[in-house]
């Protein structure tokens, strides 16, 4: 066990660089000699580097983001701690304090040793800190009295907690400090641990929303122009580029330099999120070759590499008159990418879809094959075109083709082997020429083994096939499926990543047809207000009957289970009560108890 650490033990250090090991934190040992080494002061230790007026004012405009963010945490704290001589910093990452809040009182104090807004104080300026080595380390520290390496801070005791960004770089800090110090110090540095972690998580979020921004501005801007380009993020992460760009570089810098870049800003800001990306001499470039792509996807391409691989597979097919076999559930999109794969090879040639599992039996073979006048009881007088001959040219798209009798299959067979159809009650063939793309649900190699579809035509069919994945193997397709149902709907609103997420954590059994009826129930329930998680799932529950368990992922993050653990300490602390456990963690109490229902903790 650690021992406290005595006026001696700091005297013998700063004089003679003796340091008893058993008195002091390892963190705190390794940042005294860090001080000493840089030839820090340790009998002064007030702050000297001093924002101007002005440079305070720039500073806070480079951080607004985090200020905005912190700001109402430091005001809880602010409650929670009132009367408790404490006051609280928000910091940026040099360590330039931004923020102060807290009791005049205090405040007055801390200004007797320049602790004030618009000062730099790290370990290099003032030794060894809270702020300055939690900066400096990456993680929470509590250091108190004689653990200060300067004895401007001696009689002092902070707690401080790094910041982060979504990428795990530190942003900030925030800051407890008490010129008493609090018995109860522990307890400060899990609530500033627990209200940092806090504005990360809302950081976090933010960065999702503007990564929504312009995913929603990429698909408007493709629909609304034939140019190519990309859309980064404000770290200048690759978020967006238009359907037909491959191989491109997941980082600004790595972009050649024929390329023309704009910033991008927020709808409801002034603030730069992000930055477009036009190419300037596209075939020039051996960086973005695949640009011109020749296929294009109907549907939602989104940037899952599930479906990134079907497409590549898909833009193949699509360049040569190949025989296409689709597979995959109900509601994954055959049809479309059917569709897709006609308008990039034959687009001025008819497309016929035929959908067998939805014709009876009895009229499928003179729907695809045709009829002459009077041919049975109830045929038209002048005969009728059958769709294969209306797809002649063209496209002939087949789905549900598993479902069709033996005896529509050799009649099938023979159309695709002689190229030529003879209508029912008719005499002469007539010839034709199409692509043929069927789809199933079904598997046509189990069904040839149970020797309900023949293995010739099976064969025949079956050259080159395309899997359609479910859209839970997608999940990260769904903010661009929302997208464009919203666009298709003309629904002028977008929702919260958070309601979002709740989409993402469903198993989508119905696939993307089930995702878009849901959107469309929720629509009409919440209108253009964008729905809470729980509402999210409460819908789908409510639509899912059939289904035992309606089932959401429940997988926490470390970051999440982190959370969890502080909430459940907290409200140890507190006997169960939520009110009090939420005022101690400074979260908002409509927040603490959704966060209790995610956590299953009420």
């Not at 701690?81 to 809040?101: F, K, T, W």
């Not at 014709?359 to 003179?366: F, G, R, T, V, Y």
């Amino acid at each position: 066990m650690v021992e406290q650490i005595t006026k001696g033990d700091w005297r013998r250090f700063v004089q003679e660089g003796v340091l008893d090991n058993s008195r002091i934190n390892e963190r705190i040992r390794a940042s005294w000699n860090h001080c000493r080494r840089l030839g820090v002061d340790p009998y002064n230790g007030k702050g000297t580097q001093m924002l101007s007026y002005d440079a305070l004012q720039k500073r806070r405009r480079e951080n607004s983001w985090l200020i905005e963010l912190a700001e109402p945490f430091i005001k809880k704290l602010a409650t929670m701690y009132h009367d408790s001589n404490v006051i609280l910093l928000l910091v940026d990452r040099e360590g330039y304090v931004l923020r102060m809040a807290g009791e005049e009182l205090v405040k007055a104090t801390a200004s007797q040793i320049n602790f004030t807004e618009g000062v730099k104080w790290t370990e290099e300026q003032v030794g060894t800190n809270a702020i300055g080595t939690a900066l400096a380390i990456g993680e929470p520290i509590a250091i108190n009295g004689m653990e200060h390496f300067s004895v401007a801070s001696q009689t002092w005791g902070c707690s401080a907690a790094p910041i982060k960004d979504e990428n795990g770089d530190v942003i900030g800090a925030l800051d407890i400090s008490s010129p008493f110090i609090p018995d109860y110090y522990q307890h400060v540095l899990a609530t500033v641990v627990a209200a940092a972690y806090a504005i990360e998580s809302m950081w976090q979020h933010r960065m999702k929303e503007e990564e929504l921004e312009l995913i929603n501005l990429g698909l408007k801007e493709e629909r609304g122009s034939d140019r190519s380009f990309i859309l980064y993020n404000r770290n200048h992460q690759l978020v967006y580029a238009s359907s037909a760009i491959t191989n491109i570089p997941a980082a600004i810098s790595e972009l050649p330099t024929n390329h023309n870049k704009s910033p991008v800003y927020g709808k409801d800001s002034s603030e730069i999120i992000g930055h477009q990306i036009t190419l300037t001499n596209q075939k020039k470039s051996p960086a973005f070759q695949g640009w011109n792509s020749s296929f294009q996807f109907q549907g939602v391409a989104g940037k899952s590499s599930t479906f990134q691989k079907v497409l590549e597979r898909a833009k193949k097919a699509a360049e040569k008159d190949v025989t296409i076999h689709i597979t995959g559930d109900t509601g994954t999109g055959k049809e479309v990418m059917a569709k897709s794969l006609h308008v990039c090879s034959k687009p001025d040639r008819p497309f016929v879809a035929v959908n067998c599992g939805a014709i009876p039996e009895n009229l499928l073979e003179s729907e695809l094959f045709g009829y002459t006048g009077g041919a049975f009881t109830g045929a038209q007088r002048n005969g009728y075109e059958g769709k294969i001959v209306q797809a002649n040219g063209g496209t002939l798209f087949l789905d549900e083709i598993g479902d069709i009798s033996v005896k529509t299959q050799v009649a099938l067979l023979r159309t695709l082997q002689e190229k030529k159809v003879v209508p029912i009650g008719g005499k002469k063939p007539i010839p034709v020429s199409f692509r043929l793309i069927t789809a199933t649900n079904k598997s046509l190699g189990g069904l040839v083994k149970k020797g309900q579809f023949r293995e010739d035509l099976y064969y025949r069919i079956y050259v080159y096939p395309l899997h359609m994945p479910p859209l839970k193997n997608r999940l990260s397709d769904i903010p661009e499926l929302v997208d464009y149902y919203f666009q298709k709907r003309n629904w002028q609103f977008t929702w919260r990543i958070e309601a979002i997420r709740a989409l993402q954590s469903y198993h989508w059994p119905g696939n993307i047809r089930e995702l878009f009826n849901v959107l469309e129930g929720i629509y009409t329930e919440y209108g253009e207000q964008s729905p809470e998680p729980s509402d999210v799932e409460a819908y789908i529950r409510q639509i899912t009957p059939h289904e035992r368990d309606v089932s959401f992922s429940g997988d926490l993050s470390t970051r999440e289970q982190m959370e969890k653990e502080y909430i459940e300490k907290a409200l140890k602390q507190h006997g169960g009560k939520a009110s009090a456990a939420a005022r101690q963690l400074g979260i908002p109490r409509s927040t603490f108890y959704r966060k209790l229902k995610k956590y299953e903790l009420g």
